[in-house]
């Protein structure tokens, strides 16, 4: 658990508050600012030890306004706005809805555009950080300024995936698209990683109408246990996982492939049925194992709350959470499975571990996101989940587990990069950045000279 007492917690009314938070803290010999969301930074990014916290939240309902430009729809909303409230308003006011996403929702714009934002649209559409096309954004100098790609373009680019260095977004212009009625969810299972990442491959490289709407995948343990296991990998609770379907060969984890076709209520089952076959039928997955349901677009969206619900039912929601997200490039993918899947993580990590292809040319250079090399990387996520009562030291292990991984990276010469990245050593910091980390302090210099925001990402100290 990380835990810091900050000085004093600002609930800002607008932009003017957060510039005057900035500005007290430029006047004072050590202050620093954190701009807080909802709270799911995992390794106390958002805390501001002794320094000012700006609950973003009280902005959440300053903007929404939807517009069109060029025949391009837009909505513009609050860097405290979470993105299952935009989703919902969007969809049922106006049928429109934003192009990429996160897994989970319960998290505020501003807060993911400070990251990038992926899920299992962004092989199509990029990362949130791709499909934003203005900001408001309040700067280390305590100014309020409105940038774009034509606009103070780079402050633009150094806000997006920037871990909240260089401004706090209060405003965003997030691209609309129309929105789907119903989604086909489907899950197909591999009991080889090679078969699972050339489909993963193919379906990622398709053309849009060649290809699903939203292309993921997790690795699972090979047996019974319910939260690692076969069970988790049905989608309805009228569906059994057959383990007699699976080959003599299957090792001690297996691979599913998650699908979503989209699709309008006036499209009949037939032609859905077709689609959907035309593109399975491509796929080398092991018969009899494969999981279907259809549902509404937004409660597709909002899938993992239902996870939320449980795990607060349950109480693991309120556990800590060390996760590990990492950008493996596809060169070293195959190498990584061996290790960390079938080695270090081969029991489970009491709650999902994805890994799914992403494009490279979907994300934009200009950003300050940082990426392994080559056209196609993955994303790994160990989502970590801890039994309520559980002491210390089982969390001490799992994150010294995470430490393991990393540190097997390192030395081995994996080509990666830590998402959602925390560092504690500028060493760590210049490694993870590498050619691009003289572009961040340039920017830094540009736009916080005293190192005055996000102190808890431990990039850069206070200036006195």
Same mark, same amino acid.
């Given at each position: 658990?990380?835990?810091?007492?900050?000085l004093?917690?600002v609930?800002?009314?607008?932009?003017?508050d957060i510039a005057?938070?900035?500005?007290?803290?430029l006047?004072?010999?050590?202050?620093t &600012?954190?701009?807080?969301?909802n709270?799911?930074?995992?390794?106390?990014?958002?805390?501001?030890?002794?320094?000012?916290? =700006?609950d973003?939240?009280?902005?959440?309902?300053?903007?929404?306004e939807v517009?069109h430009?060029?025949?391009?729809a837009?909505?513009?909303?609050?860097?405290?706005?979470?993105? /299952?409230?935009?989703?919902?308003?969007?969809?049922?006011?106006?049928?429109?809805?934003?192009?990429?996403w996160t897994?989970?929702?319960?998290? $505020?714009?501003?807060?993911?555009?400070s990251?990038?934002g992926?899920?299992g649209?962004?092989?199509?559409?990029?990362?949130q950080?791709?499909?934003? $096309?203005?900001?408001d954004v309040?700067?280390?100098?305590g100014?309020v300024?409105?940038?774009?790609?034509?606009?103070n373009?780079e402050?633009?680019?150094?806000?997006?995936?920037g871990l909240?260095?260089?401004?706090i977004? $209060?405003?965003?212009? &997030?691209l609309?698209q129309?929105?789907?009625?119903?989604?086909?969810?489907i899950?197909?299972?591999?009991?080889?990683?090679? /078969?699972?990442? @050339?489909?993963a491959?193919?379906?990622?490289?398709?053309?849009?109408e060649?290809?699903f709407?939203?292309?993921?995948?997790?690795v699972?343990?090979?047996g019974?246990?319910?939260?690692?296991?076969?069970?988790?990998?049905?989608l309805?609770?009228d569906q059994?996982f057959?383990p007699?379907?699976?080959?003599q060969?299957?090792g001690? *984890?297996?691979?599913?492939?998650?699908l979503?076709?989209?699709?309008?209520?006036s499209?009949?089952?037939?032609? *859905?049925?077709?689609?959907? /076959? @035309?593109? !399975?039928?491509?796929?080398?997955f092991?018969?009899?194992?494969?999981?279907e349901?259809d549902l509404?677009? *937004?409660?597709? !969206?909002?899938?993992?709350?239902?996870?939320?619900?449980?795990?607060? =039912?349950?109480?693991?929601?309120?556990?800590?959470?060390?996760w590990?997200?990492?950008? *493996?490039?596809?060169?070293?993918?195959?190498?990584f499975?061996?290790? =960390?899947f079938?080695?270090l993580v081969?029991?489970?990590v009491?709650?999902?571990?994805?890994?799914?292809?992403l494009?490279?040319?979907?994300w934009d250079?200009?950003?300050?996101?940082?990426?392994?090399?080559?056209?196609?990387?993955? %994303?790994?996520?160990?989502l970590r989940?801890?039994?309520?009562g559980?002491?210390?030291?089982?969390?001490?292990?799992l994150?010294?587990?995470?430490?393991? %991984?990393?540190?097997?990276?390192?030395?081995?010469?994996?080509?990666?990069?830590?998402?959602?990245?925390?560092?504690?050593?500028?060493?760590?910091? %210049?490694?993870?950045?590498?050619?691009r980390?003289?572009r961040?302090?340039?920017?830094?210099?540009?736009?916080?000279?005293?190192a005055i925001?996000?102190?808890g990402?431990?990039?850069?100290?206070?200036?006195?």
């Amino acid at each position: 658990m990380n835990c810091v007492k900050p000085l004093a917690v600002v609930r800002p009314v607008g932009s003017e508050d957060i510039a005057g938070a900035v500005r007290a803290a430029l006047s004072s010999d050590k202050l620093t &600012v954190a701009a807080r969301g909802n709270g799911h930074s995992i390794n106390g990014q958002s805390m501001a030890e002794g320094g000012l916290v =700006v609950d973003m939240r009280s902005t959440a309902e300053n903007h929404f306004e939807v517009g069109h430009y060029g025949g391009t729809a837009f909505v513009d909303v609050s860097g405290g706005a979470l993105w /299952e409230n935009v989703l919902k308003r969007c969809v049922s006011e106006y049928g429109l809805a934003p192009r990429s996403w996160t897994d989970y929702l319960g998290l $505020t714009v501003g807060g993911t555009l400070s990251n990038a934002g992926v899920s299992g649209q962004a092989f199509r559409y990029g990362p949130q950080t791709s499909n934003v $096309t203005e900001l408001d954004v309040v700067t280390g100098n305590g100014d309020v300024v409105t940038c774009s790609e034509m606009e103070n373009s780079e402050l633009f680019f150094s806000v997006l995936g920037g871990l909240g260095q260089f401004g706090i977004i $209060t405003r965003a212009r &997030v691209l609309l698209q129309p929105a789907p009625d119903m989604v086909r969810w489907i899950r197909i299972v591999y009991a080889e990683f090679d /078969e699972f990442t @050339r489909d993963a491959e193919w379906l990622v490289s398709q053309k849009d109408e060649s290809s699903f709407d939203y292309v993921e995948g997790f690795v699972f343990v090979n047996g019974d246990d319910p939260v690692n296991g076969w069970p988790t990998v049905p989608l309805h609770p009228d569906q059994d996982f057959d383990p007699t379907r699976l080959p003599q060969s299957s090792g001690s *984890v297996l691979y599913c492939l998650e699908l979503a076709l989209h699709y309008r209520d006036s499209d009949s089952n037939s032609s *859905v049925d077709k689609r959907m /076959e @035309r593109l !399975l039928g491509r796929l080398r997955f092991d018969e009899g194992l494969r999981f279907e349901v259809d549902l509404p677009y *937004v409660d597709f !969206l909002l899938r993992v709350k239902r996870s939320e619900e449980i795990a607060k =039912v349950n109480g693991t929601w309120e556990t800590p959470h060390p996760w590990l997200n990492l950008f *493996v490039s596809k060169r070293d993918i195959g190498d990584f499975e061996q290790k =960390v899947f079938k080695e270090l993580v081969k029991n489970g990590v009491g709650g999902p571990m994805l890994v799914y292809p992403l494009l490279r040319s979907r994300w934009d250079d200009r950003t300050s996101v940082v990426l392994p090399e080559g056209e196609i990387f993955y %994303i790994v996520a160990l989502l970590r989940f801890v039994p309520p009562g559980a002491k210390a030291s089982s969390v001490d292990k799992l994150v010294a587990q995470n430490q393991e %991984i990393v540190q097997w990276c390192v030395k081995n010469g994996i080509d990666f990069k830590l998402y959602l990245p925390h560092y504690k050593s500028r060493e760590e910091w %210049i490694r993870h950045f590498g050619n691009r980390w003289s572009r961040f302090v340039d920017r830094k210099a540009m736009f916080d000279p005293m190192a005055i925001l996000s102190p808890g990402q431990k990039v850069f100290n206070r200036a006195l």
